[in-house]
């Protein structure tokens, strides 16, 4: 399994060389080029990926909105996103349905709700082909079922809203928001994942010092047993 980083900036006016896109990651694998989340940015650039299908983790701007034109591949999403994406002029939609794993270009994707928005429901990726194993989650508060999301993963792909503190609020009984790469990096060690990379970087990550930054989190992260990477446009790992 290869692994790009076509774009790892979040929902956020900043930008850089290093974080530009937003958040989007091409899976490759015999072949197969699955891109994950189209954001605004990516509208009518497509071409620069060629992907032989898109999956959506959910319908927020960041994630979704460069699909408002059409897509050049099938589409791959579960039902609550399709239901935010209606009007979307997408032809060949496919359904992706909860702890189900699905074969997507031979590559298999099994989604696990995760906590995020009330509006636009967000699931994370289980993704396996061969014997390399990921979970991606670029937007999440906490995986309902962790556990199982997360047993036998090589890589924990993660959300870098914010880095230290929390970014979760409420609305009536429901959370949103962003759980920081500090809590993030706990739920590795628990569930025994040997590596982390931060992507869907906020503001903290994007205006800072993304040196000093970095060499924090790796001390939270040896803490723990964990290596952690911060991802950047165009970087490429090979499984």
């Known amino acids: 399994m290869n692994l790009t980083f076509l774009g790892t900036r979040g929902e956020i006016k900043a930008r850089t060389r290093r974080h530009r896109m937003h958040t989007s990651l091409l ?25 032989s299908a898109i999956v959506l983790t959910h319908a927020h701007p960041d994630h979704a909105w460069g699909l408002r034109n059409g897509a050049p591949c099938p589409v791959y999403a579960p039902q609550q996103t399709w239901q935010s994406l209606q009007h979307y002029p997408i032809e060949d939609r496919r359904l992706i349905k909860d702890r189900t794993p699905t074969k997507v270009c031979g590559i298999t994707f099994e989604a696990f709700p995760v906590e995020h928005s009330i ?6 990726y289980r993704v396996r082909a061969g014997r390399a194993r990921i979970f991606y989650a670029p937007d999440l508060i906490f995986i309902h079922e962790r556990k199982a999301a997360l047993d ?8 870098g809203a914010t880095v230290m503190r929390s970014f979760v609020r409420r609305r009536g009984k429901a959370l949103i928001g962003h759980s920081p790469v500090r809590t993030q990096l706990t739920w590795c060690q628990k569930e025994g994942v040997p590596r982390a990379i931060i992507t869907h970087c906020g503001s903290e990550i994007v205006n800072g010092d993304e040196r000093q930054i970095a060499a ?24």
Do not use: N
């Open 27 to 51: 899976v490759s694998h015999r072949g197969a080029r699955v891109m994950i989340d189209c954001g605004l940015d990516w509208l009518g650039k497509f071409k620069r990926v060629s992907p």
């Open 216 to 239: 924090k989190l790796r001390g939270i992260a040896t803490e723990r047993g964990v290596e952690v990477r911060i991802a950047y446009d165009g970087m490429k790992v090979k499984l």
């Open 152 to 159: 036998g993963v090589q890589l924990y792909i993660g959300d």
């Open 119 to 124: 509006l636009s429901p967000a699931v994370g």
